[in-house]
């Protein structure tokens, strides 16, 4: 199947810094989604882009569609402990429209 | 409210037995999906469904069953097939069949012992 790569794999930071992560692919995808997950749950989505280039924010984050339609980044401004959690990239690439593919997850550690 | 239900939170089974899980949605959406996680990995698609009565097999459908005949739920069987099926399963749903902005369930936690 498609794979998605994020990376870093996990993070360790103080409370207040800010945070990046990105997603890349072989593959084209035609929308990326960046959901968090909190222990034990399920995720949320957080931000949905659609257009190639598009910048979208949502509070305190900021996530980015990549111009080759390959890649995703995620921004956290000054972090605070409840940001802990993992964070996953997704979307339907044009070689599979029908299912998402999600990547292996960001885990996010916020120091106080 | 609207949302997604699956239950149990935690579910225990001994080997050789089938256990299904249930994943209920009140959203009014085409489509359903079921995820398998690891520890440490991401989501994986165990089966998808885009309409009612139709569903098709995700990356990792071996050992999975489910059904479709209604609009608000998609149950899921483990069976005995299934060689090592302790992990989290997730539900999800999404208003088309494109599966943008998917909506997760809280999740189901299934130990075989």
């Known amino acids: 199947g498609q794979q998605l790569n994020q990376s870093p794999q996990s993070m360790f930071i103080q409370e207040g810094e800010d945070v990046s992560m990105n997603c890349t692919s072989s593959?084209?995808?035609?929308?990326w989604l960046w959901y968090k997950q909190d222990p034990g749950e399920g995720p949320v989505l957080l931000i949905a882009?659609?257009?190639?280039?598009e910048l979208t924010s949502n509070g305190r984050l900021t996530a980015q569609f990549g111009i080759t339609r390959k890649d995703s980044f995620l921004n956290i401004s000054a972090s605070i402990p409840s940001d802990v959690g993992i964070y996953f990239c997704a979307g339907p690439s044009e070689l599979n429209a029908g299912k998402s593919t999600f990547g292996d997850g960001t885990t996010l550690t916020v120091k106080p | 409210d609207g949302g997604i239900t699956q239950s149990p939170k935690y579910l225990f089974r001994k080997e050789g037995q089938n256990v299904t899980l249930s994943c209920e949605q009140n959203l009014n959406h085409d489509a359903m999906y079921w995820y398998r996680q690891d520890p440490g990995q991401g989501l994986r698609l165990i089966y998808y469904s885009q309409i009612v009565n139709d569903f098709q097999k995700g990356d990792i459908a071996e050992g999975y069953s489910v059904s479709r005949e209604k609009k608000e739920s998609f149950p899921l069987t483990v069976t005995s097939a299934q060689k090592n099926p302790t992990a989290f399963y997730l539900c999800?749903?999404?208003?088309?069949?494109?599966?943008?902005?998917?909506?997760f369930g809280q999740g189901t936690r299934l130990t075989v012992v």
């Open positions: 999800a749903s999404s208003i088309g069949t494109v599966p943008t902005e998917a909506f």
């Open positions: 882009l659609y257009k190639a280039g």
């Open positions: 593959s084209i995808f035609n929308t």
